[in-house]
Structures are given as structure tokens and as C-alpha cells.
């Protein structure tokens, strides 16, 4: 089982980028996803988590309103579209699947391997 995370990269401040996670070695069209970031010296932090079906989302109040979490489960794919990107945004990204089918911010097992966005000022 792998998640792969992509999308990450050097950004200017105000810019966007969308993040993106596939899944192989097995379907997660039945558990909820997460993206979680690292910032460096800091914690793990939650950023955005999505339901099964994509129908309930979760957000931490640092990014309300400007990311927006997503999948297709056609391609058991997740996205994080990222918006009005801040320095304070700068950290290592992961996605993640739950054992659950609902959105949390707890019960990953699956990690991907993480994608590093740099916003620069």
C-alpha cells in the first residue's frame, strides 16, 4: 500500500497550488483522507480532512477558506487546492487514510511520504 503526494514546490506569496495523492496497492473509496503538514522545528499540524464519499470535510482554522480538500475515487486520488498561500504555510505536506469511512482527525495508518511547499514572501 502506498501513498504517493505530489504537487508541492516554490510558491511567492498569494500564490496557489494544488496538491495531489494516489493511492495504490488497494482502493480507499471507503475511508475518510487527510492532509496533514510539518512545518520544520514545529509539531504536525491537522490541515484538511474528507469523508468517504467526499460529502463531509473538516479544516484547521488556518486554512479555512482557502484550501479546499477533495478526491476522486475513480482514481483513488485526494487533492488539497491551495489558496492565498502565506509563508506560515511553508511546511512538508502528507496525506493520509483512515481506518474510518468519516472525516476525523484521528485513526490514520496509512502515510504517504510528504511534498514540501516553500512559500516565499
Known amino acids: 500500500v502506498q501513498l504517493q503526494a505530489c504537487g508541492g514546490g516554490l510558491v511567492q506569496a498569494g500564490g496557489s497550488l494544488r496538491l495531489s495523492c494516489a493511492a495504490s496497492g488497494r482502493s480507499f473509496s471507503r475511508n475518510a483522507m487527510g492532509w496533514f503538514r510539518q512545518a520544520p522545528g514545529k509539531e504536525r499540524e491537522n490541515v484538511a480532512a474528507?469523508?468517504?464519499?467526499?460529502?463531509?470535510?473538516y479544516y484547521a482554522d488556518s486554512v479555512k477558506g482557502r484550501f479546499t480538500i477533495s478526491r476522486d475515487n475513480a482514481k483513488n486520488t485526494v487533492y488539497l487546492q491551495m489558496n492565498s498561500l502565506g509563508p506560515e504555510d511553508t511546511a512538508v505536506y502528507y496525506c493520509?487514510?483512515?481506518?474510518?469511512?468519516?472525516?476525523?482527525?484521528?485513526?490514520?495508518?496509512?502515510w504517504g511520504q510528504g511534498t514540501l511547499v516553500t512559500v516565499s514572501s
Open positions: 474528507i469523508n468517504w464519499s467526499g460529502t463531509s470535510t
Open positions: 493520509a487514510a483512515n481506518t474510518s469511512p468519516a472525516s476525523s482527525w484521528s485513526g490514520y495508518i496509512y
